[in-house]
């Protein structure tokens, strides 16, 4: 009654409640329609209210791209897809005349891109990459974790809540407990070189998946022997290119036990596995494969001092010696090379399938490199030519800093290459071996790639072309012959 009486218009002078009351009768049929009417009116605007499907302005990337370079006379390049495979919604409606920069913001930005400006009229759009910040942005989340702890106790309950995050995420139980029970294990021949030996193994680790990869030994007697693993990268090659031999062969020639092996996907282990490198899954099962193999040279050469064990490994590699260090705390001395920054997590599914750079509220691969590592010596090598550039000024006092709360920031060392490009080249090798030598307690005089023979690639496979099975003989684990 109320309601209806507030909408009515003002009763005219004289009139009496018998008639109001008839006004209303009348009012309240009409009612129902007209507060709907009075809803859509006043509603605010929403959806339903923007154009719809049919008026969208609709174009394709690829000519909203063509009409942006002839405005603004520049060029631009679409990297790692076609533009004609997109299209955009509102396309005219997003150019600023008056800036090409907040044209290609608000041209990007609803597909998921990002532009980048190379210099002169130079432009380059691409994909978003979950993986990869701007090295500014890189500087800005160690300043900001760097603020998160200022002494060891505090640091102490960063790294254990990155630790436990970071091996809850990866999930490695349930490939553990999927490792075959009685693995079988093929040792190729035994072949010997100036001052070391190679031989081929393939370890079963998952039930009739192999891991391949070469043992370089020292021929000299010598008792207790440290032990070097090298997961490979992703240059061509794999663990067979030379680069890789001469590194393997003068540890070997030093004094140590060198294991490497292939990446997931590549080389001989990839005929038994059953997705190629780029399935997300390879993250995991190449970090298992790291895990194995270790476990397998430590039961298989009881020379092999277990309180000198190190890892070093290039570009991809240097991520599954990160992974291998989370997993095994037995490996006290690293060596990352050309990678690990916070800007950049690695852009293949190996490296970065599983998001570790998110953990514990937000960190980066620096800080989970210090989580597993400090205060135990560490040597990153780094250069001017890829991303690894900001390492003098950007990682390398971060991790000063907490190696700092122990008293040990002399441990963790970065040495900066900047003539160099993306690479394990002979410069990063020596550094390497004078890093090793220091910290392991190998013979330098000995580090002369010279006298290492590179074998032809067929002379390092475990596989024989075509064959079905590794070749070489069937040994028990943990026996070397």
């Not at 997109?86 to 396309?91: E, N, T």
């Not at 760097?146 to 102490?156: L, M, V």
């Not at 006290?332 to 090379?337: F, K, Y």
Request: include cysteine; charge should be neutral.
């Amino acid at each position: 009654m109320y309601l209806c009486l507030f909408f009515l218009p003002e009763s005219p002078p004289g009139a009496g409640s018998r008639e109001l009351k008839k006004i209303c009768r009348m009012k309240r049929i009409a009612l129902p329609a007209f507060l709907l009417s009075l809803v859509v009116c006043l509603a605010p605007p929403c959806v339903s209210g923007q154009p719809g499907p049919a008026n969208r302005f609709r174009r394709s990337l690829a000519g909203v791209l063509s009409g942006i370079e002839e405005r603004f006379d520049v060029r631009i390049d679409c990297r790692k897809f076609s533009p004609d495979t997109l299209a955009l919604d509102f396309a005219e409606m997003r150019i600023r005349p008056w800036s090409v920069s907040e044209t290609l913001d608000e041209v990007t930005r609803p597909l998921d891109l990002k532009w980048s400006h190379r210099g002169g009229n130079r432009y380059r759009i691409e994909l978003y990459e979950y993986y990869r910040r701007t090295p500014e942005q890189g500087r800005r989340i160690l300043e900001w974790l760097s603020a998160e702890y200022d002494d060891r106790e505090s640091w102490e309950r960063r790294r254990a809540a990155v630790l436990r995050e970071a091996r809850e995420r990866l999930d490695m139980q349930p490939l553990y407990d999927s490792l075959a029970a009685d693995p079988q294990v093929f040792l190729g021949e035994v072949r010997r070189f100036d001052g070391y030996t190679t031989q081929g193994y393939a370890l079963e680790t998952l039930p009739g998946v192999f891991v391949c990869g070469t043992v370089y030994a020292p021929i000299r007697p010598g008792g207790r022997r440290p032990l070097i693993v090298s997961p490979a990268g992703h240059w061509p090659g794999g663990r067979l290119r030379p680069d890789q031999q001469y590194r393997m062969a003068t540890f070997a020639r030093m004094g140590a036990v060198a294991v490497d092996l292939d990446i997931v996907g590549w080389g001989d282990g990839a005929r038994t596995v059953p997705f190629p490198h780029e399935d997300p899954r390879s993250m995991r099962l190449q970090a298992l494969w790291s895990k194995a193999v270790t476990d397998w040279a430590v039961a298989s050469r009881p020379e092999i001092d277990t309180t000198r064990m190190a890892a070093t490994g290039g570009s991809g590699g240097a991520t599954h010696v990160l992974l291998l260090a989370l997993q095994d705390d037995r490996f006290r001395v690293l060596a990352p090379v050309v990678h690990l920054v916070a800007h950049f997590d690695g852009g293949c599914p190996c490296e970065s399938a599983v998001p570790l750079s998110t953990v514990a509220g937000g960190s980066c691969i620096p800080e989970l490199l210090a989580a597993v590592a400090a205060p135990n010596p560490l040597l990153a090598v780094s250069d001017s030519g890829d991303w690894t550039a900001s390492w003098p000024e950007s990682e390398y006092p971060y991790l000063q800093r907490i190696w700092g709360f122990y008293g040990a920031a002399e441990r963790v060392r970065n040495v900066h290459l900047p003539d160099e490009r993306h690479d394990y080249g002979a410069n990063k090798r020596r550094a390497v071996y004078e890093f090793f030598a220091r910290e392991l307690g190998l013979d330098l005089d000995r580090a002369d790639e010279s006298r290492v023979t590179v074998q032809e690639e067929g002379a390092l496979r475990s596989f024989p072309e075509g064959a079905p099975v590794p070749a070489g003989r069937r040994v028990k684990y943990g026996k070397r012959r």
